[in-house]
T-cell receptor, first 109, second 111 residues
Framework: DGGITQSPKYLFRKEGQNVTLSCEQN?????MYWYRQDPGQGLRLIYY???????QKGDIAEGYSVSREKKESFPLTVTSAQKNPTAFYLC????????FGSGTRLTVV | QKEVEQNSGPLSVPEGAIASLNCTYS??????FFWYRQYSGKSPELIMS????GDKEDGRFTAQLNKASQYVSLLIRDSQPSDSATYLC???????????FGKGTRLSVIA
C-alpha cells in the first residue's frame, strides 16, 4: 500500500527540548511538505522540499528545521526556539493535490 | 485581502438537502483548485480538484469554478450525516508554489 507514514501519532515535549517528527512516503513523489494546524484554523506551511537535498522555508519556519537526505523521508525538528509548538502537524506529498499523512499531535508539558 | 478565504460556519443543513460551500482567492493567475474534507481529529483528504471554468461532478460532489470572479464552490447533493466535517479550500496562490489553505467551513448535516 502506497502512502505517507507519520510518527509518532502523539508527542509530548518538555520546555527547552528539541523533538523530531518523522515523515516517510513510498509514493515516489519528489515534493514533500510540512504544515501546522491550530484548533479552528487552516493549515499553515512550515517547510517544503521539491527535491532531495533542497528545501525552502514556508510562512512560519521560525523555530523549526528539516532535512531531505532521501526522497522517501522528510523529518521535521521542532526546536526549543519554537515558543508555541502545541499543534497538529501534517506531512504531505504532491500528486494531483496533496496526499497527507495521519498527522502528529504535539503537546508541550 | 486574505489569499484564500472561506466562511468558517458552522453551516447546518438538513439530511437530503444541498450543501453549498464557497471559497474566494486573491491570485487571478491561479490555475488549480482543491477541496479537502477533514473529520475532527483526522488529516485532510482530497475530494475534488478543478482546473477549468465551469462545473466538475463526481458522485454527489460538484465543484464550480469562476476564474473571472476568483471564486470556487463545492456543492454536496443529498447531504448525509457522514458529510459532517470541515471542508478546506486550497489554491497555489503564487504560481507553482505550495498550496495555501483557507481556514475551512464546518458543515453539520442534521438527521
Amino acid at each position: 500500500d502506497g502512502g505517507i507514514t507519520q510518527s509518532p501519532k502523539y508527542l509530548f515535549r518538555k520546555e527547552g527540548q528539541n523533538v523530531t517528527l518523522s515523515c516517510e512516503q513510498n509514493l515516489n513523489h519528489d515534493a514533500m511538505y510540512w504544515y501546522r494546524q491550530d484548533p479552528g484554523q487552516g493549515l499553515r506551511l512550515i517547510y517544503y522540499s521539491q527535491i532531495v537535498n533542497d528545501f525552502q522555508k514556508g510562512d512560519i519556519a521560525e523555530g523549526y528545521s528539516v532535512s531531505r537526505e532521501k526522497k522517501e523521508s522528510f523529518p521535521l525538528t521542532v526546536t526549543s526556539a519554537q515558543k508555541n509548538p502545541t499543534a497538529f502537524y501534517l506531512c504531505a506529498s504532491k500528486a494531483d493535490g496533496y496526499t497527507f499523512g495521519s498527522g502528529t499531535r504535539l503537546t508541550v508539558v | 485581502q486574505k489569499e484564500v478565504e472561506q466562511n468558517s460556519g458552522p453551516l447546518s443543513v438538513p439530511e437530503g438537502a444541498i450543501a453549498s460551500l464557497n471559497c474566494t482567492y486573491s491570485d487571478r493567475g491561479s490555475q488549480s483548485f482543491f477541496w479537502y474534507r477533514q473529520y475532527s481529529g483526522k488529516s485532510p483528504e482530497l475530494i475534488m480538484s478543478i482546473y477549468s471554468n465551469g462545473d466538475k461532478e463526481d458522485g454527489r460532489f460538484t465543484a464550480q469554478l469562476n476564474k473571472a470572479s476568483q471564486y470556487v464552490s463545492l456543492l454536496i447533493r443529498d447531504s448525509q450525516p457522514s458529510d459532517s466535517a470541515t471542508y478546506l479550500c486550497a489554491v497555489p496562490v503564487r504560481g507553482n508554489t505550495p498550496l495555501v489553505f483557507g481556514k475551512g467551513t464546518r458543515l453539520s448535516v442534521i438527521a
